[in-house]
C-alpha cells in the first residue's frame, strides 16, 4: 500500500480509479491540465477509498519545460507533506505524451516508484484504448533498478580512484532508491568499500569486521544469483584479498614484531597513493620500508631490538663507533637507526645489509630528495623518478618483498 501518489490526469477516468483503489494512498497530487481538470471530481466521485488531494494545475501541455516544472513542484510537495521516496507512486497513465514524459523525468531523481495501467484489451483492433474493466496495473516499476547500472560505473570509477569516501556516500544514495530486491547489493558494497577505506588507513582491525558484516560468501551468492559475471568476479576478487587481510590482522595480534605481510601491505599502499598522484606520501612509505627491513631482519635474525639494542649481541667494534658518536651512554638504551641498522646488519655478515651497502650511493641520492621534499625538510615537490629509484631500490635490497596486488579492480 503507497501512502501517497502523483497522477497524471487525462480524459479517461476509469484507469485512474482503477489504480487509486487498489494502491489506496491517503495522498493525492494530481497534475491536470485546464481541459482536464474536471476529471479530478468525476475520479474522486469512483473512489472506494478516503484520500486527501490537492491539484496542480498546468497551463500548458504542449510545453514539456512547464511540465517539468510543475511536475518538480508536485514532488516537492510531497517531501514537504514528510512522505519519504519510498512512500510515493508516481503514475503516468493519464495526460499528454509531453505531461507523461515530464514526470518520469522530472522525478526519476526521487527515488519514488513508478506504477502505469495498461490493458489486456484494447478497442480499435488492439491499437486503441484500453477497454472498460480490461485495465492491469503495472505497479512496482523503479527506474533506478536499471539506472543504477550508470550510478555503478560510477562507484567503480571512485573505488577504483581510491576514493572510498565517495564512493561510499554514492552507495548510500542509491539505497535510498533502488528496489528492495536490490538493496542487498548495495548493503553488501557499503560494508566492503568501507573496509577498503578502513584497510588504505591501516585500520586493519576495523576493516576485518567490516568484511565480516559484509559476509563474502553471501555476497557471491548474489552475484551468482543475479547471473551477473561483473559482480561474481569482483566478489571474488574480495574473497581473496579478504584472505590477505586476515593474515595481515594475524601477524599485528599474534606479534609485536614487524613481518614481511606487512611490509608488502605498505609497498602496496604506497603504490595506490602514487598512482593517486600523491608522491610525497607514496615516497615516505617505501621510505619506511627500508627502515621496516632492517629492523624484521635484526629481531626476527639476530634477535636485536633496534629500540633497545643488546650490547652483547653485536660486534665490540660497531659498539665503539656508537660510543664515539654519543649513541651508547652509560645506563641508557642503544636506539638506532636506518644507516646502524644496515651498518650493523653488514657487521653481522647478513646479505640484507650488504645489498644495502652495495646499493647505497643509489639510496643516499634517493634520500637527498626525499630530505628535501615538503613532507620531510624541505620546499620541493618530489618527483616521480624518486619514487620509481626508491621502488626498485626497496626491491633489490629485499628480494623478499614481493610486487603484489591486493586490492580488487571493481567493474560492477
Not at 550510478?151 to 569516501?165: D, G, H, R, T, V
Not at 605481510?261 to 605498505?266: A, S, V, Y
Given at each position: 500500500?503507497?501512502?501517497?501518489?502523483?497522477?497524471?490526469?487525462?480524459?479517461?477516468?476509469?484507469?485512474?480509479?482503477?489504480?487509486?483503489?487498489?494502491?489506496?494512498p491517503?495522498?493525492?497530487?494530481?497534475l491536470?491540465?485546464?481541459?482536464?481538470?474536471?476529471?479530478?471530481?468525476?475520479i474522486?466521485?469512483?473512489?472506494?477509498?478516503?484520500?486527501k488531494?490537492?491539484?496542480?494545475?498546468?497551463?500548458?501541455?504542449?510545453?514539456?519545460?512547464?511540465?517539468?516544472?510543475?511536475?518538480?513542484?508536485?514532488?516537492?510537495?510531497?517531501l514537504?507533506?514528510?512522505?519519504?521516496?519510498n512512500?510515493?507512486?508516481?503514475?503516468?497513465?493519464?495526460?499528454?505524451?509531453?505531461?507523461?514524459?515530464a514526470?518520469?523525468?522530472?522525478?526519476?531523481?526521487?527515488g519514488?516508484?513508478?506504477s502505469?495501467?495498461?490493458?489486456?484489451?484494447?478497442?480499435?483492433?488492439?491499437?486503441?484504448?484500453?477497454?472498460?474493466?480490461?485495465e492491469?496495473?503495472?505497479?512496482?516499476?523503479?527506474?533506478?533498478?536499471?539506472l543504477?547500472?550508470?550510478?555503478?560505473?560510477?562507484?567503480?570509477?571512485?573505488?577504483?580512484?581510491?576514493?572510498?569516501?565517495?564512493?561510499?556516500n554514492?552507495?548510500?544514495?542509491?539505497?535510498?532508491?533502488?528496489?528492495?530486491?536490490?538493496?542487498?547489493?548495495?548493503e553488501?558494497?557499503?560494508?566492503?568499500?568501507?573496509?577498503?577505506?578502513?584497510?588504505?588507513?591501516?585500520?586493519?582491525?576495523?576493516?576485518?569486521?567490516?568484511?565480516?558484516?559484509?559476509?563474502?560468501?553471501?555476497?557471491?551468492?548474489?552475484?551468482?544469483?543475479?547471473?551477473?559475471?561483473?559482480l561474481?568476479?569482483?566478489?571474488?576478487?574480495?574473497?581473496?584479498?579478504?584472505?590477505?587481510?586476515i593474515?595481515?590482522?594475524?601477524?599485528?595480534?599474534n606479534?609485536?614484531?614487524?613481518?614481511?605481510?606487512?611490509?608488502?601491505?605498505?609497498?602496496?599502499n604506497?603504490?595506490r597513493?602514487?598512482?593517486?598522484?600523491?608522491?610525497?606520501?607514496?615516497?615516505?612509505?617505501?621510505?619506511?620500508?627500508?627502515?621496516?627491513?632492517?629492523q624484521?631482519?635484526?629481531?626476527t635474525?639476530?634477535?636485536?631490538?633496534?629500540?633497545d639494542v643488546?650490547?652483547?649481541?653485536?660486534?665490540?667494534?660497531?659498539l665503539?663507533?656508537?660510543?664515539?658518536?654519543?649513541?651508547?651512554?652509560?645506563?641508557?638504551?642503544?636506539?638506532?637507526?636506518?644507516?646502524d641498522?644496515y651498518?650493523?646488519?653488514?657487521?653481522?655478515?647478513?646479505?640484507?645489509?650488504?645489498?644495502?651497502?652495495?646499493?647505497?650511493?643509489?639510496?643516499?641520492?634517493?634520500?637527498?630528495?626525499?630530505?628535501?621534499?615538503?613532507?620531510?625538510?624541505?620546499?620541493?615537490?618530489?618527483?616521480?623518478?624518486?619514487?620509481?629509484?626508491?621502488?626498485?631500490?626497496?626491491?633489490t635490497?629485499n628480494?623478499?618483498?614481493?610486487?603484489?596486488?591486493t586490492f580488487?579492480?571493481?567493474?560492477?
Open positions: 500500500m503507497s501512502k501517497a501518489m502523483i497522477i497524471t490526469v487525462g480524459g479517461t477516468p476509469t484507469p485512474i480509479i482503477k489504480t487509486i483503489n487498489e494502491q489506496k491517503v495522498f493525492i497530487c494530481f491536470a491540465s485546464q481541459k482536464t481538470n474536471d476529471k479530478v471530481v468525476e474522486k466521485k469512483g473512489l472506494t477509498c478516503n484520500v488531494s490537492e491539484v496542480v494545475l498546468l497551463d500548458n501541455v504542449n510545453d514539456l519545460l512547464h511540465c517539468y516544472n510543475k511536475s518538480v513542484e508536485a514532488a516537492e510537495r510531497m514537504e507533506k514528510g512522505f519519504t521516496p512512500d510515493v507512486i508516481i503514475d503516468y497513465t493519464g495526460g499528454t505524451k509531453n505531461m507523461s514524459a514526470v518520469v523525468l522530472a522525478t526519476v531523481s526521487y519514488f516508484v513508478f502505469y495501467v495498461g490493458g489486456i484489451e484494447r478497442d480499435k483492433e488492439g491499437v486503441g484504448i484500453v477497454i472498460n474493466g480490461k492491469k496495473i503495472y505497479h512496482g516499476i523503479n527506474p533506478w533498478d536499471f543504477a547500472v550508470e550510478e555503478k560505473k560510477k562507484i567503480a570509477i571512485l573505488f577504483n580512484s581510491c576514493q572510498y569516501q565517495g564512493a561510499k554514492l552507495i548510500e544514495e542509491l539505497m535510498n532508491k533502488v528496489s528492495p530486491s536490490e538493496k542487498p547489493v548495495f553488501v558494497l557499503r560494508f566492503l568499500v568501507e573496509g577498503f577505506y578502513k584497510w588504505d588507513m591501516f585500520q586493519h582491525k576495523g576493516a576485518k569486521n567490516c568484511f565480516k558484516r559484509a559476509n563474502v560468501d553471501s555476497f557471491i551468492g548474489i552475484a551468482k544469483a543475479k547471473e551477473d559475471a561483473r561474481l568476479k569482483f566478489a571474488q576478487s574480495v574473497k581473496q584479498a579478504y584472505g590477505n587481510l593474515r595481515i590482522v594475524d601477524c599485528l595480534e606479534s609485536k614484531n614487524i613481518c614481511l605481510r606487512l611490509m608488502e601491505d605498505l609497498f602496496e604506497a603504490e597513493r602514487y598512482k593517486e598522484g600523491k608522491v610525497d606520501d607514496a615516497i615516505l612509505r617505501l621510505y619506511r620500508i627500508v627502515e621496516m627491513a632492517a624484521e631482519r635484526l629481531l635474525k639476530h634477535k636485536i631490538d633496534t629500540s643488546n650490547r652483547s649481541k653485536v660486534p665490540s667494534d660497531f665503539h663507533e656508537l660510543k664515539k658518536t654519543g649513541k651508547d651512554k652509560k645506563n641508557k638504551k642503544i636506539k638506532i637507526g636506518l644507516y641498522s651498518n650493523l646488519l653488514d657487521r653481522l655478515g647478513d646479505n640484507l645489509g650488504k645489498s644495502y651497502f652495495n646499493n647505497k650511493e643509489k639510496f643516499l641520492g634517493i634520500q637527498s630528495a626525499r630530505n628535501d621534499s615538503y613532507l620531510a625538510h624541505g620546499i620541493a615537490s618530489s618527483k616521480s623518478e624518486t619514487y620509481t629509484s626508491l621502488k626498485e631500490f626497496v626491491l635490497i628480494k623478499e618483498i614481493k610486487n603484489v596486488t580488487p579492480h571493481m567493474r560492477i
